[in-house]
């Protein structure tokens, strides 16, 4: 991304931008992508510039320690993550912790 300009922080990202940050946040373990998908499915056609930065800095983490922020296992450093990063990163949570419903019954209980 380039300079950060605070008139455009809520503009939507352009299509080359958001496919270049949907190629950016392709992830090595398959947890962090299905979080990382499902925020996409819901939120792509709104983005704002914003929201992106905020992802790019995800982002720079490692898969685990992004994978333990998106698992609540624990908490950004606020030396590098602001309250557009935290508010991103509870987005991510509350949406990765949806699952849809399954299409087969559950287990009957074992006896």
């Given at each position: 991304?380039?300079?950060?300009?605070?008139?455009?922080?809520?503009?939507?990202?352009?299509?080359?931008?958001l496919?270049?940050?949907?190629w950016?946040?392709?992830?090595?373990?398959?947890?962090n992508?299905?979080?990382?998908?499902?925020f996409f499915?819901?939120?792509e056609s709104?983005?704002?510039?914003?929201?992106a930065?905020?992802?790019?800095?995800l982002?720079?983490?490692s898969?685990h320690?992004?994978?333990?922020?998106?698992?609540?296992?624990?908490?950004?450093?606020?030396?590098?993550?602001?309250?557009?990063?935290?508010?991103l990163?509870?987005?991510?949570?509350?949406?990765?912790?949806?699952?849809p419903?399954?299409s087969?019954?559950?287990?009957?209980?074992l006896?």
């Amino acid at each position: 991304m380039s300079e950060h300009d605070p008139a455009l922080d809520d503009a939507p990202l352009s299509a080359q931008a958001l496919g270049k940050l949907k190629w950016r946040c392709r992830r090595g373990l398959l947890e962090n992508d299905l979080f990382i998908t499902r925020f996409f499915e819901r939120h792509e056609s709104g983005l704002t510039q914003r929201q992106a930065r905020a992802l790019e800095a995800l982002m720079d983490l490692s898969d685990h320690d992004l994978l333990e922020l998106l698992l609540q296992r624990k908490e950004p450093d606020p030396a590098w993550a602001g309250p557009d990063v935290v508010a991103l990163l509870q987005t991510l949570r509350t949406e990765g912790a949806h699952r849809p419903p399954t299409s087969h019954p559950p287990s009957a209980p074992l006896h």
